[in-house]
């Protein structure tokens, strides 16, 4: 109780008092007041003596809400953000405090902490946190997947209400942006015959595969490039074939995207230069080729016991002589049947 002695109050006069109360940041509904007074006089009218003035509450709570995730995320893989809720300056206690985080369909709902529950018609996490106290925070957690697929950057925001009233609106919700990575392992194998006769057409096998990484690739392309002994002839595959550039003497094909664990496979045809007669080892007219030791038409020997690009032609004339002729590529074999090099790649280097 509160007591005043205001001493003598004169016949027709009176007198004014002031109370200030803080109201209990919890309190909800209304309070209500009373104040009495009395004197060692005779009071022949008490009911008027006290007074009862009745006030509704109301409760008052700058919620904020801070979302942060990762610097960047894996296609395929998972990420997972934060969000932290605060009673930020109140002064009433949050009452019925609701958040919620609307999913992007580039992610799928994984998991979440602090009781969060996943609305999936709506593609919503959603937490009832009850009760935040004034000056309190919480901390919650949600963990999606990022779609194979998706590219650029995917933005998730998390907002957060409640049944008091929020004098700062502004910062009631909280958005962040992630850049997304793709990351494919890539793997290229090239298959061709074992043997082939100068002069005539000799085809390739190239497979492209998705051996590992969680991302699907994309803008796969796959270049090989033809040595002075072949000449184009066709290829397949692709989104449109492959092209050829007699310039660079290159095949290059659009292979566009290639899934996770996926393959695609392209074809390709050239001739075999019909030049001199070039010795197999058995004095017949033909020309032998060797696959590597990886057994897919890696480097290996233009004919049995010759190094790559070294062959032998008969030059008939005085004396029948016999020389040899070395091969453009003398000091280095390239790796492909006859010479050719395959390359796959997509404009991420394979990550």
């Known amino acids: 109780a509160v007591t005043w002695n205001v001493g003598t109050v004169a016949v027709g006069g009176s007198t004014s008092l ?18 009495w007074v009395g004197s060692t006089s005779t009071d022949p009218v008490t009911t008027n003596d006290s007074s009862t003035v009745a006030t509704t509450l109301i409760q008052s709570a700058d919620l904020s809400v801070t979302k942060t995730g990762p610097a960047s995320a894996t296609a395929g893989g998972d990420v997972t953000y934060t969000i932290v809720v605060r009673d930020t300056a109140g002064p009433s206690d949050a009452s019925g405090v609701t958040v919620t985080d609307r999913l992007p369909t580039s992610l799928t709902y994984v998991s979440s902490t602090n009781g969060g529950s996943y609305v999936g018609g709506q593609r919503m996490v959603r937490w ?15 963990t999606a997947t990022v779609d194979a697929a998706a590219t650029g950057s995917v933005s998730d925001t998390a907002t957060v209400v409640s049944t008091s009233t929020d004098p700062v609106s ?97 074809g390709l045809t050239a001739t075999v230069a019909a030049g ?10 033909g020309w032998q080729h060797e696959p590597g030791a990886d057994g897919n038409g890696g480097c290996g020997r233009n004919r049995l016991g010759e190094q790559p690009g070294v062959g032998r032609q008969h030059e008939h004339g005085p004396g029948d002589h016999e020389r040899q002729l070395r091969g453009q590529h003398d000091a280095e074999p390239e790796c492909g049947p006859f010479g050719g090099e395959e390359r796959a790649g997509n404009g991420h280097g394979g990550q």
Do not use: C, F, M
């Open 18 to 35: 002031g109370l200030t109360a803080t109201v209990a940041a919890a309190a909800t509904g209304s309070v209500s007041n009373r104040a």
């Open 128 to 142: 009832n946190l009850g009760t935040l106290a004034a000056g309190d925070s919480t901390v919650l957690a949600v």
């Open 170 to 266: 502004a910062n009631d919700s909280s958005g962040v942006t992630t850049p997304i990575i793709q990351s494919a392992d890539l793997a290229v194998t090239k298959t061709g015959p074992a043997t082939d006769t100068a002069g005539t057409q000799i085809s390739y096998t190239i497979g492209v595969s998705h051996v590992g990484g969680t991302s699907n690739a994309s803008g796969v392309t796959v270049t090989d490039t033809l040595p002075t002994s072949l000449t184009y002839v066709s290829s397949t595959g692709g989104t449109a074939g492959g092209t050829y550039d007699p310039t660079s003497r290159a095949v290059t094909w659009n292979v566009g995207t290639v899934a996770v664990g996926g393959s695609t496979s392209l």
């Open 276 to 285: 001199s007669d070039l010795e197999r080892g058995d004095g017949g007219g």
